[in-house]
């Protein structure tokens, strides 16, 4: 079955660092691009960015832009955000996703990797 | 950026009934890359429509998209019970890739 496994969240204080991970299983992981989406508590959902297969192509939401980078290592199938110069509004589910479906849209979802910058 | 509204912010309606949500942009986006999802309480989100108007793998049809340009609709043509959460439409049309604020589904 196909699947994708967040891990890496925790509590950090303002300023702090953090790096998530996202391990994929179950399909050829270099061939699709991947996708970090967040979701603070009660609100809804914020695209945060984005990377192509290859990792040779990344995008950001401009909240993070700057903070934030987005990696991957296809050798071990991981995905990755460093979190960096974390802000009390980067308290978050952040969830990584992709698509498997060959068309525009987020198909396959982990179950999310909680974040809380709090001091 | 393009901006996705969403409307109602909640919608009550009972089993049954037909439920009608609203994406509008900010901006034209081409249809093939408007999506919707629905997600529930604890939950991740579920990709429910593709391409405006195609239904993902395993999505009843009870569940249909339409729309283009900057007006789109998603319909449940008879609530169930287990349709009742939050759906979101998003754009692919231009980085970044937006998600509207979401319309929370709710029983009457």
């Known amino acids: 079955e196909v699947q994708l496994l967040e891990s890496g969240g925790g509590l950090v204080q303002p300023g702090g660092s953090l790096r998530l991970s996202c391990a994929a299983s179950e399909f050829t992981f270099s061939m699709y691009g991947m996708t970090w989406v967040r979701q603070a508590p009660g609100k809804g959902l914020e695209w945060v960015s984005a990377i192509s297969g290859s990792g040779g192509s990344t995008s950001y939401a401009d909240s993070v832009k700057g903070r934030f980078t987005i990696s991957r290592d296809n050798s071990k199938n991981t995905l990755y955000m460093q979190m960096n110069s974390l802000r009390v509004d980067d308290t978050a589910v952040y969830y990584c996703?992709?698509?498997?479906?060959?068309?525009?849209?987020?198909?396959?979802w982990g179950q999310g990797t909680t974040v809380t910058v709090s001091s | 950026e393009i901006v996705l509204t969403q409307s109602p912010g909640t919608l009550s309606l009972s089993p049954g009934e037909r439920a009608t949500l609203s994406c509008r942009a900010s901006q034209s986006v081409s249809s093939t890359y408007l999506v919707w999802y629905q997600q529930k309480p604890g939950q991740a989100p579920r990709l429910l429509i593709y391409?405006?108007?195609s239904r993902a793998t395993g999505i009843p049809d009870r569940f249909s998209g339409s729309g283009s340009g900057t007006d789109f609709i998603l319909t449940i043509s008879r609530l169930e019970p287990e349709d009742f959460a939050v759906y979101y439409c998003?754009?692919?049309?231009?980085?970044?890739?937006?998600f509207g604020q979401g319309t929370k589904l709710e029983i009457k």
């Open positions: 998003q754009q692919y049309g231009s980085s970044p890739h937006t």
């Open positions: 391409g405006a108007s």
């Open positions: 996703a992709t698509t498997m479906g060959g068309y525009y849209g987020l198909d396959v």
